[in-house]
Every structure is written in structure tokens, then in C-alpha cells.
């Protein structure tokens, strides 16, 4: 079946820091990768996603590339700000009749 | 229109009740979800409509009844609910119907519920 492993949280960084976090996967098939996004008080919104392997998907200053080879999508940012605290999910979908399959999440939180 | 909307975005109700969750959306997608989420827990799948049709129920209790009138408007129709119940419910809808599945999802805010 299919899974989404994310890395344990949460994950605590000062302003401008560099942001990882890791999402691997296992899928029958060949999956589309999504971030999602969820602020406190809030619905989850679709950060970025990447449906083939090694597309990359970028938005908000956020990326992940498709890594098929190591079954991974890492989210990255280069210096986060902290209105990027919020819950972030990896998520997985492989094609007919399947449902969004997500990770745990991860809570990151910035401080100034 | 990029949004699905839900209402209401809070709701408290005693176990004898019986009241409606409402989402809507008019972005022409043909699948939409029900959704529920426990605090610090990712969404767990409900209910699935694809073409207006149901076309997944994940072992959902009857006191939740989903109801599809129309392309753009989801309900959930809750009854007897147990404060376990106690939730954050989502609702969701993709591009394509159930049977393709190459689309991210887009959420609404969510109503929170609250079984006393």
C-alpha cells in the first residue's frame, strides 16, 4: 500500500534560517507529491506539488523536487520567515481511485 | 472563485441534536470530500463524491450522512454524534473525478465541532 514518512517534529528556527523537511514515500505505481499546508485556525492549502520524477515544485519561496531514485520530496526554504509557522503535511496520490495518502506532519516554528 | 467554503466555521451540539454541515464550491471540480481531523493528527477520509455520485464510504458511522445536491454543494448531516466525535471537518474538491487522480485537492477552512 501506499505511505508517507515524515521526519520527526517539531522543528523550531530562528528568522532567515534554512528550512528542510524530509518526506520520503512508498507507492504502487507512480505517485504525484504534494505539500500541503495548514496555519493555526485554519483549512490545509496546497503549497506545491510535482507530478513526475525530478520535477520540481516551487511556491512562496518554498521548493521540492521529485526524487524517484530515493523515493523522497524535501521541502526546502531558503530563509524562513516567521508567518511560515504553521503544520506541514507531505501527501501522495497515485492515479485512479486512489486517495490522498499523508504524512503525520510536521509543526515548524519561527521565532524572531 | 479558487475557494471552497464551509459553514459554519463553528459549531457546538448536544448529543440529542441534529444538525448540517454546508461546503461549496464553484470551481467546476467533480469530486469532493469529507474530511476529519483531530488535533495534531493529519486529515483522515470520510466520504468521497465523484460526479455527484458517492463513491467512498471509509466505514463511516450512519450518525454522519453525506449528501451531494448538486455539483457545487456538499452536506454532512450529523445526528446523535458522540463527544468523540469532537473534530475538525474538512471539506475538500479536486479537478478530476474519483476515477483519475492527478490533481492536489483544495480545502476549505473547516467547521469545528463541538459534541457536549
Known amino acids: 500500500g501506499n505511505s508517507v514518512t515524515q521526519m520527526e517534529g517539531p522543528v523550531t528556527l530562528s528568522e532567515e534560517a534554512f528550512l528542510t523537511i524530509n518526506c520520503t514515500y512508498t507507492?504502487?505505481?507512480?505517485?504525484?507529491l504534494f505539500w500541503y499546508v495548514q496555519y493555526p485556525g485554519e483549512g490545509l492549502q496546497l503549497l506545491l506539488k510535482?507530478?513526475?520524477?525530478?520535477d520540481k515544485g516551487s511556491n512562496k519561496g518554498f521548493e521540492a523536487t521529485y526524487r524517484k531514485e530515493t523515493t523522497s520530496f524535501h521541502l526546502e526554504k531558503g530563509s524562513v520567515q516567521v508567518s511560515d509557522s504553521a503544520v506541514y503535511f507531505c501527501?501522495?496520490?497515485?492515479?485512479?481511485?486512489?486517495?490522498?495518502?499523508f504524512g503525520k506532519g510536521i509543526t515548524l516554528s519561527v521565532r524572531p | 472563485d479558487t475557494e471552497v467554503t464551509q459553514t459554519p466555521k463553528h459549531l457546538v451540539m448536544g448529543m440529542t441534536n441534529k444538525k448540517s454541515l454546508k461546503c461549496e464550491q464553484h470551481?467546476?471540480?467533480?469530486?469532493m470530500y469529507w474530511y476529519k481531523q483531530k488535533a495534531k493528527k493529519p486529515p483522515e477520509l470520510m466520504f468521497v463524491?465523484?460526479?455527484?455520485?458517492?463513491?467512498i464510504n471509509e466505514s463511516v458511522p450512519s450518525r454522519f450522512s453525506p449528501e451531494c445536491p448538486n455539483s457545487s454543494l456538499l452536506n454532512l448531516h450529523l445526528h446523535a454524534l458522540q463527544p468523540e466525535d469532537s473534530a475538525l471537518y474538512l471539506c475538500?474538491?479536486?479537478?478530476?473525478?474519483?476515477?483519475?487522480?492527478?490533481?492536489?485537492?483544495?480545502f476549505g477552512s473547516g467547521t469545528r465541532l463541538t459534541v457536549v
Open positions: 510535482a507530478t513526475k520524477a525530478d
Open positions: 463524491y465523484s460526479y455527484e455520485k458517492l463513491s
Open positions: 501527501a501522495l496520490r497515485t492515479g485512479a481511485n486512489s486517495k490522498l495518502t
Open positions: 507507492a504502487t505505481g507512480y505517485p504525484s
Open positions: 470551481m467546476g471540480h467533480r469530486a
Open positions: 475538500a474538491s479536486s479537478q478530476d473525478g474519483w476515477a483519475w487522480g492527478n490533481y492536489g485537492y483544495t
